[in-house]
């Protein structure tokens, strides 16, 4: 039990330090408890979006003719 739930804790981990590191997310830069939550929340939603990028295969180019 204690390894997985070790395994699921750096999974949230990383997806924070994600968040923090690549998104920008250390600092909020709108104010108040809503700026937070929509900046959060687009941040969320963009890392979602590469998540998803990367589950669904890209359709092949149709070549011109």
Same mark, same amino acid.
């Given at each position: 039990a204690y390894?997985?739930?070790r395994r @699921?804790?750096?999974k949230v981990e990383m997806l924070f330090a994600h968040? &923090?590191?690549i998104l &920008?997310?250390?600092r909020l830069?709108?104010?108040g408890p809503t700026g937070a939550h929509? @900046?959060?929340l687009l941040a969320a939603t963009a890392q979602n979006l590469r998540k998803?990028?990367?589950v669904i295969p890209m359709a092949q180019p149709?070549?011109?003719s």
């Open positions: 390894v997985v739930s @699921e804790r750096k968040l &923090k590191r &920008k997310l250390d830069r709108l104010r929509d @900046e959060f998803m990028a990367k149709v070549p011109a």
